[in-house]
């Protein structure tokens, strides 16, 4: 996961998260439920930026991969119960979607070298007579 219960309290407010998740009536956010929608986040992101970046992802991990689980998270967590998330965290999960949309397409890195877009940027050799290519390029 790229982000945990705790970065989730950080954002939302307690109140907010015992409303989003505690289906018990315990009084207390369901962190089972919170780590769940992490969880989901997660997923998401890597189905975004897999074809880019080899997973799993090493540590130490970009904090941009935090800010973002947790606004897609957020926005999980408010459709389970039906409920909208409001402007503040439309917005949020619609600008992690961009930004992740970005990274997928090169157009924004995660701070590390970009793997494919190195590989983009060599030029590639041709050889006539042994009919093979070269210099580690992409076609």
Same mark, same amino acid.
């Given at each position: 996961?790229?982000?945990?219960?705790?970065?989730?309290?950080?954002?939302?407010?307690?109140?907010?998260?015992?409303?989003?998740?505690?289906?018990?009536?315990?009084?207390?956010?369901?962190?089972?439920?919170?780590?769940?929608?992490?969880?989901?986040?997660?997923?998401?992101?890597?189905?975004?930026?897999?074809?880019?970046?080899?997973?799993?992802?090493?540590?130490?991990?970009?904090?941009?991969?935090?800010?973002?689980?947790?606004?897609?998270?957020?926005?999980?967590?408010?459709?389970?119960?039906?409920?909208?998330?409001?402007?503040?965290?439309?917005?949020?999960?619609?600008?992690?979607?961009?930004?992740?949309?970005?990274?997928?397409?090169?157009?924004?890195?995660?701070?590390?070298?970009?793997?494919? =877009?190195?590989?983009?940027?060599?030029?590639?050799?041709?050889?006539?007579?042994?009919?093979?290519? =070269?210099?580690?390029?992409?076609?």
């Amino acid at each position: 996961m790229y982000a945990d219960f705790d970065d989730l309290t950080t954002e939302i407010d307690r109140l907010t998260l015992i409303r989003l998740t505690d289906d018990d009536n315990l009084g207390e956010p369901n962190q089972h439920v919170c780590a769940l929608a992490l969880v989901k986040a997660s997923e998401r992101i890597d189905s975004k930026i897999g074809m880019r970046y080899p997973l799993p992802l090493a540590a130490p991990l970009p904090g941009a991969l935090k800010g973002w689980c947790v606004d897609i998270a957020a926005y999980y967590l408010f459709g389970r119960r039906s409920e909208s998330p409001g402007d503040v965290w439309r917005d949020r999960y619609e600008r992690a979607e961009a930004d992740l949309d970005k990274v997928a397409q090169g157009k924004l890195t995660l701070g590390w070298p970009d793997p494919q =877009g190195e590989a983009r940027r060599q030029p590639v050799l041709f050889s006539a007579r042994a009919g093979v290519f =070269g210099g580690g390029g992409v076609l």
